[in-house]
Antibody, heavy 120, light 113 residues
Framework: QVTLKESGPGILQPSQTLSLTCTFS??????????VGWIRQPSGKGLEWLAN???????YYNPSLKNRLTISKDTSNNQAFLKITNVDTADTATYYC????????????WGPGTMVTVSS | DIAITQSPSSVAVSVGETVTLSCKSS????????????LGWYQQKPGQTPKPLIY???NRHTGVPDRFTGSGSGTDFTLIISSVQAEDLADYYC?????????FGSGTKLEIK
């Protein structure tokens, strides 16, 4: 069965780099058509897509975050990563990773999310 | 970017009633080569992770009860919840995956009277 779980620092200070890890099972990012996306949600607000990475290492980013995002993967360990540089309080949110495939294209399995607070 | 507008922002219904949620896109989500609308719906219950409900605008995700029905094409889409249950209390989001950046609507909060 497919499962995903996010991990992160919990709290960090403005201007630092946020590093998030998504550890998953039940599928492989070396399999044709598989992908992982990152989505975030500030408390009480809506969902914002951040980035996708695909089995062939294709990467897509939300341009609203300019060049602050870097997505990557480690297929051997079934992990995907997201880094956000120069964080500020507006980056305080719950961060989700989710599986996607290039057949149905929607986020069909989600992790429980990890809460990140940016505070001085 | 494709803008997604959901309405109403909140709605309250009684158990057993039917409710219709709207999702409108700033441009067509219909890809003519496969005749599919690149639109999904998600349900997020209080304190929980979003869960997929509908993909390709009309297909139910595995295990979703048939009281949830997605319809529409092009730029106008609806999620109809028939015979609403107390457990349907949630926020509902639609998402376009036609082009990057992927975008979500701002959500509709379903409350139970």
């Amino acid at each position: 069965q497919v499962t995903l779980k996010e991990s992160g620092p919990g709290i960090l200070q403005p201007s630092q780099t946020l590093s998030l890890t998504c550890t998953f099972s039940g599928f492989s990012l070396s399999t044709y058509g598989m992908g992982v996306g990152w989505i975030r949600q500030p408390s009480g607000k809506g969902l914002e897509w951040l980035a996708n990475i695909w089995w062939d290492d294709d990467k897509y980013y939300n341009p609203s975050l300019k060049n602050r995002l870097t997505i990557s993967k480690d297929t051997s360990n079934n992990q995907a990563f997201l880094k956000i540089t120069n964080v500020d309080t507006a980056d305080t949110a719950t961060y989700y990773c989710a599986r996607i495939d290039n057949y149905d294209w929607y986020f069909d399995f989600w992790g429980p999310g990890t809460m990140v607070t940016v505070s001085s | 970017d494709i803008a997604i507008t959901q309405s109403p922002s909140s709605v309250a219904v009684s158990v057993g009633e039917t409710v219709t949620l709207s999702c409108k896109s700033s441009q067509s989500l219909l890809y003519s080569e496969n005749n599919k609308d690149y639109l999904g719906w998600y349900q997020q219950k209080p304190g929980q992770t979003p869960k997929p409900l509908i993909y390709w605008a009309t297909n139910r995700h595995t295990g979703v009860p048939d009281r949830f029905t997605g319809s529409g094409s092009g730029t106008d889409f609806t999620l109809i919840i028939s015979s609403v249950q107390a457990e349907d209390l949630a926020d509902y989001y639609c998402e376009q995956y036609f082009v990057y950046p992927l975008t979500f609507g701002s959500g509709t909060k379903l409350e139970i009277k």
